[in-house]
């Protein structure tokens, strides 16, 4: 299994909602000076109307580490830049200090909708159907709420396969192909038991679904399930504090992005070939280099002196 899963548990079954989901994927793959990049997924979830959930359920297809799922909203809601980087639109936050949620309001002063600031105490880890279901709980109110998640380890690593080119050793020496397959409400992938607990409850139907992939300009795209909406520049001096990474070599990012509109699932494949040229990799191999340099020079004078001594023998 490897589709996550999206839905939530009513407070009320007999009443009739139709609750609107739109989802924000960012997967960051982050050079950090080592041979092994920094990954993790970003997840944005807004709610058109909250007020009969009960909870907001996710689940994830492996186990899951209570110290591997973070809200950070935190990591963002008090720099405007930020906020209006991550909806791509001129927004401002209005908070107030005693509660948890942050009302986002356009540039005609018009509510949009609320970021909230989940605790520790409102998320729970449930380790069922053969992976990890966390489940979240929100404010009940008829508006709109958004919430903000990052997700790392285990299910990172369970969606990513790293490859090496065949068509030439020395490629193979600098090169990395990775493949990202990235699911959301696969029924086909999901565990029958975990439907049935999904079919008594409530799935949510993705209205809107934006998947935005960000890695280094050095890293080469060459395969992914559909051509990508756009791509652009991103501004790493604004980000890296929000990634937890220290600006290296003064690195450019990439986005690309992906979107999808009123499904009721969504498979993102990506593939792609990263340049690891850094210095250990440039150093382990110019030892092995250095080393059969010797070898074959070594084995030269051997070969020489064995021919030598061939034809003096002869000449006698």
Same mark, same amino acid.
Do not use: C
């Given at each position: 299994m490897k589709s996550i899963a999206i839905w939530y548990k009513p407070i009320d079954n007999n009443?009739? $909602? +139709?609750?609107?989901?739109?989802?924000?994927?960012?997967?960051?793959?982050?050079?950090?000076?080592? $041979?092994?990049?920094?990954k993790f997924l970003d997840i944005g979830i807004k709610l058109s109307n909250t007020k009969n959930i009960d909870s907001l359920k996710i689940y994830f297809p492996v186990k899951i580490k209570e110290? +591997?799922?973070?809200?950070?909203?935190?990591?963002?809601?008090?720099?405007v830049d930020l906020v209006s980087a991550i909806f791509n639109e001129n927004y401002k936050v209005i908070s107030t200090a005693s509660s948890k949620s942050f009302e986002i309001k356009d540039t005609k002063n018009e509510f949009v909708f609320n970021i909230y600031k989940?605790?520790? $105490? +409102?998320l729970s880890f449930e380790e069922k159907h053969g992976g990890t279901i966390i489940s979240i709980n929100i404010p009940k109110e008829e508006?709109?709420?958004?919430?903000?998640?990052?997700?790392?380890g285990s299910f990172i690593k369970s969606i990513s396969t790293l490859s090496v080119p065949t068509n030439s050793i020395l490629e193979s020496a600098f090169s990395e192909i990775?493949?990202?397959?990235?699911r959301v409400n696969e029924i086909r992938d999901l565990?029958? +038991?975990?439907?049935?607990?999904?079919?008594?409850?409530?799935?949510?139907?993705?209205?809107?679904?934006?998947?935005f992939f960000i890695c280094s300009k050095d890293e080469e795209l060459i395969g992914n399930h559909q051509p990508f909406l756009n791509c652009r520049n991103l501004e790493n001096y604004k980000w890296d504090q929000y990634v937890d990474i220290p600006k290296v070599n003064n690195q450019v990012y990439l986005a690309y992005h992906w979107k999808e509109a009123n499904v009721e699932s969504v498979s993102t494949l990506i593939k792609t070939k990263y340049e690891k040229n850094n210095w250990k990799t440039i150093a382990k191999y110019a030892i092995f280099a250095l080393i059969i340099a010797v070898l074959i020079e070594l084995f030269s004078n051997w070969l020489y002196d064995v021919l030598r001594s061939a034809l003096t023998i002869k000449c006698k």
């Open positions: 009443i009739e $909602s +139709d609750e609107k989901l739109d989802l924000h994927f960012n997967f960051w793959k982050i050079p950090n000076g080592t $041979s092994q990049p920094h110290t +591997d799922f973070e809200d950070i909203v935190e990591k963002f809601i008090h720099k989940t605790s520790t $105490s +409102d508006k709109a709420n958004y919430f903000r998640f990052r997700i790392k990775e493949m990202i397959d990235f565990n029958h +038991d975990l439907l049935e607990q999904i079919k008594i409850e409530k799935l949510l139907k993705i209205q809107k679904q934006h998947f």
